[in-house]
């Protein structure tokens, strides 16, 4: 006697498989989100670090956002050298693209011209060096979810949304 499966057999198996991706689908939206909060926290750290580089040692420091290429980095505003990143001591570049932590994440636009300055005071200007009059903003983007960075003119607050 031969052994086989019954149609109907098939069919309770595409079910229950049915049942379970339709379960699972909602669980890789919150991966998606959970991956471009964790790039948002980094990128909010940096520029804090940023802010920090630049009251420690008395200088202006930039962080360039290149939308096209989806990088940041962090430069020194008088000589335009790389700022050490703290963790490899090389320099300060964050590339999504490579990244396998962060890729796919997308640098939507900034408000600020694509380069966020910080001088001495630790004060936000805009990549020309005139101050910020409002709130600036960078936003981000992975797998139709969007985050932004807000930087508060005159304190350089750094806040996350």
């Known amino acids: 006697m031969k052994k086989s499966y019954t149609i109907i057999?098939?069919?309770?198996?595409?079910?229950?498989?049915?049942?379970?991706?339709?379960?699972?689908?909602?669980?890789?939206?919150?991966?998606?989100?959970?991956?471009?909060?964790?790039?948002?926290?980094?990128?909010?750290?940096?520029?804090?670090?940023?802010?920090?580089?630049?009251?420690?040692?008395?200088?202006?420091?930039?962080?360039?956002?290149?939308?096209?290429?989806?990088?940041?980095?962090?430069?020194?505003?008088?000589?335009?050298?790389?700022?050490?990143?703290?963790?490899?001591?090389?320099?300060?570049?964050v590339n999504f693209t490579s990244d396998p932590q962060y890729n796919g994440i997308k640098i939507d636009s900034t408000s600020f011209g694509g380069t966020l300055q910080f001088d001495w005071q630790g004060i936000p200007r805009n990549g020309s060096g005139t101050t910020l009059s409002a709130e600036g903003s960078v936003v981000f983007s992975y797998q139709n979810n969007v985050m932004a960075i807000f930087i508060t003119p005159n304190t350089g607050r750094v806040r996350m949304q």
């Open 9 to 93: 057999e098939l069919i309770m198996v595409i079910v229950i498989v049915g049942i379970l991706a339709v379960i699972s689908i909602p669980r890789f939206q919150s991966f998606y989100y959970l991956k471009l909060n964790g790039a948002m926290k980094k990128a909010a750290a940096d520029i804090r670090y940023a802010q920090q580089l630049a009251i420690s040692r008395h200088e202006s420091y930039n962080i360039i956002f290149n939308t096209a290429n989806e990088t940041y980095e962090v430069r020194r505003a008088s000589d335009s050298s790389y700022a050490a990143n703290p963790f490899s001591r090389g320099n300060f570049i």
